[in-house]
């Protein structure tokens, strides 16, 4: 459970004893210089990545983050009673979207301008006039007097502003003899490897211009009279100082490509590309002969291989030097033939004169080879001459002999270092207790501090996991709501379209069989006034043909063409209504397979929405997990500050306490 910020003090002041502070009275300068270096861990802890770190430029795999809002769980403090959380808590998501804003604006206005720049650069091509150089002679600069020169050089000299070999000469020296002897210096600082420079010759000429450039840059502005500031400008308008361009070129020494300045590594006396100088520390870690890198034969410093070389390469690097700077001589390898590593001095026992390897080889110090056990190297020539020393004279009373001498010096030294503390406590004891109890109290409060905000970071850092526990069970619960109303949406389409299409068959079979009713009722039609047709022809040509001779004969003879007519009619409208029946059927089905399309694209319709909306709750996830990241380090950031604050601007820290009484 947490406690407020009284609570959390009262505890920790509960919490330590005398004995905490025992250490005060014994050295109080070892205390001071603790409690300084705990002072600039928290000012470097303050000013680490986790407060100069910015935030991304809103591009996470192509999602802007800025755009979304933070989680509520960021907002929730379940449990949480300390006043100084609850600030923190709230403050750093102020302080993130506040930062959020000045970069989006930021930008903004770099586009702004940047659109105003080239429709500026369009306008002046437009309105473009052909070049017409005008050529301005030269005016003559007025002749300085050589007296004014020396004097200058005089002044220089006395202020102490740059040194002797910078002026232009000394009194009485001609004015052409002086701009000879600058134009010398000038060369000197300005020559180029490809004139044949030795390496120690361009060592040294790089060692002087950083002495003369650090000379001149140590001059007080507000100290030095006119005329020197007047001669360390004309200075810095020359050559000698010129501000080094990061795209001029300059030429590898291994390679001989040209490369950029920033983009290659300076040594003592040449520059390398990157590739170039890995592969001179791949060669130089690879190969005892090339240790360490060297650049005609001057060595690089570490400082500079370990800033541009990969952290693969540094771990072997460091290897090698631990191992290489030992002496041949010193060095302990593996006695197995298939091991042979070399032992670190941490894994060998001076005492047992045994090294173990980093796969359990023990091998003896003494002889190098596989370790004797409990028994002694028959090599040990120490061991050998003391054994035979012993056979030679009475041992028992050589021991005793030295024991009484390595008594009688350890009671000397004993003695006087007894003296040499009492005096230095005796001295230190008349101005002492003031400081000794500042530093006592100061310590105590400083404990507190750290306990309290330690508590305190423990119970954030509980919030933050719970805080993301939240978070993250709120995204899993809309995952599976929109799943589940992608499912619902889903099946309640397929119902709709079932029913429609149901519907749509019910309906299909009503209009064929209504249109083969309508061609039914057609035909009875057709066949009734046949029917009828035939029978009054029938009855007339009986009329007719009644009293005659074969008259049934011929009655049947002339109603056959008749028939096959009739006949023919019945097949032919058969054949049309059969055709007009196919096409009302394809009508039909084609009205149906339109229908289909539409369900289908209404499928497609419903399952690309529920991929832009699981896109966009993805998306969303995505930009939470950054906020919570990005306000997870504000308020690490602000911790860290308040507790320096509390720290350092404490009116009773032993700080203030000391500035009070300079300032006195």
């Not at 002041?13 to 250490?23: Q, T, V």
């Not at 005329?227 to 050559?239: D, H, N, P, V």
């Not at 009293?547 to 049947?556: A, S």
Request: net charge negative; hydrophobic share 35%.
């Amino acid at each position: 459970m947490t406690t407020s910020t009284v609570e959390l003090h009262t505890l920790v002041s509960a919490s330590l004893g005398p004995e905490d502070c025992i250490d005060f009275y014994e050295n109080p300068y070892t205390a001071l210089g603790k409690l300084q270096d705990a002072v600039k861990r928290k000012s470097e802890q303050l000013e680490s990545p986790i407060s100069t770190e910015k935030p991304a430029d809103g591009d996470i795999n192509g999602i802007d983050w800025h755009e979304y809002d933070p989680p509520a769980a960021l907002r929730k403090t379940p449990n949480v009673t300390s006043q100084i959380l609850l600030d923190i808590v709230f403050t750093s998501i102020e302080n993130v979207k506040t930062r959020v804003g000045q970069e989006q604006r930021l930008k903004k206005e770099a586009a702004e301008e940047a659109a105003r720049r080239t429709a500026e650069e369009e306008q002046k091509a437009k309105g473009k006039e052909p070049y017409l150089p005008i050529f301005i002679p030269p005016e003559d600069p007025p002749a300085e007097s050589s007296g004014t020169r020396v004097k200058n050089s005089e002044d220089l000299v006395m202020s102490g502003a740059v040194p002797d070999f910078v002026l232009l000469g000394p009194p009485g020296v001609p004015i052409k003899e002086e701009k000879r002897r600058k134009f010398a210096l000038r060369n000197l600082f300005q020559r180029s490897p490809e004139g044949g420079e030795s390496s120690a010759a361009g060592r040294a000429r790089e060692a002087l211009q950083h002495k003369l450039e650090t000379k001149i840059m140590s001059v007080d502005p507000k100290s030095a009279d006119p005329k020197t500031l007047e001669a360390i400008a004309a200075l810095k308008k020359t050559r000698l100082f010129k501000s080094t361009d990061p795209n001029a070129l300059v030429e590898c020494v291994s390679c001989l490509d040209d490369v950029p300045v920033k983009h290659t590594v300076k040594v003592p006396c040449h520059s390398y590309c990157r590739d170039c100088f890995v592969r001179l520390v791949t060669a130089a870690v690879q190969n005892e002969q090339q240790w360490p890198p060297k650049c005609c034969l001057n060595q690089i410093p570490f400082k500079t291989v370990l800033k541009n070389i990969p952290d693969e390469l540094k771990k072997t690097f460091h290897e090698r030097s631990s191992e290489w700077e030992i002496p041949v001589s010193e060095r302990v390898y593996c006695h197995v033939p298939d091991c042979g590593v070399w032992i670190k001095p941490g894994k060998i026992s001076l005492a047992r004169r045994q090294a173990r390897c980093e796969r359990n080889h023990v091998t003896c110090t003494i002889c190098r080879g596989q370790a004797h056990g409990n028994n002694d190297c028959p090599q040990d020539q120490d061991l050998n001459l003391t054994n035979l020393l012993a056979e030679e004279e009475e041992a028992e009373e050589l021991r005793d002999i030295l024991a009484q001498i390595e008594e009688f010096e350890r009671q000397e030294a004993w003695t006087r270092e007894i003296e040499r503390l009492e005096n230095e406590r005796l001295e230190l004891e008349r101005w002492q207790a003031e400081v000794e109890e500042r530093l006592k109290m100061e310590q105590v409060r400083r404990q507190e501090v750290e306990i309290k905000y330690q508590q305190l970071r423990e119970m954030l850092d509980e919030l933050h996991e719970l805080q993301q526990v939240m978070a993250d069970s709120k995204q899993d619960e809309y995952a599976r709501d929109l799943a589940a109303e992608a499912e619902s949406a889903k099946k309640q389409l397929e119902e709709r379209q079932q029913a429609e299409r149901d519907n749509l068959d019910s309906l299909m079979q009503i209009k064929i069989r209504a249109r083969e009713d309508k061609y039914d009722k057609e035909y009875a039609a057709r066949a009734d006034l046949e029917r009828q047709l035939e029978e009054d022809y029938l009855a007339q040509l009986r009329d007719f043909w009644a009293d005659k001779v074969d008259g049934e004969e011929r009655v049947e003879a002339s109603m056959l063409p008749l028939r096959q007519r009739m006949d023919l009619a019945y097949r032919t409208w058969q054949r049309w209504r059969d055709d007009q029946l196919h096409h009302y059927r394809t009508k039909l089905e084609d009205e149906r397979t339109v229908k289909e399309e539409l369900m289908y694209s209404a499928r497609k319709r419903n399952d690309a929405a529920y991929v832009d909306k699981e896109t966009d709750l993805t998306r969303r996830m995505v930009a939470e997990k950054k906020w919570i990241q990005e306000v997870i380090l504000e308020r690490e950031r602000l911790l860290v500050g308040m507790e320096l604050r509390e720290t350092e601007d404490d009116a009773d820290s032993l700080f203030a306490a000391e500035t009070n009484e300079n300032n006195e």
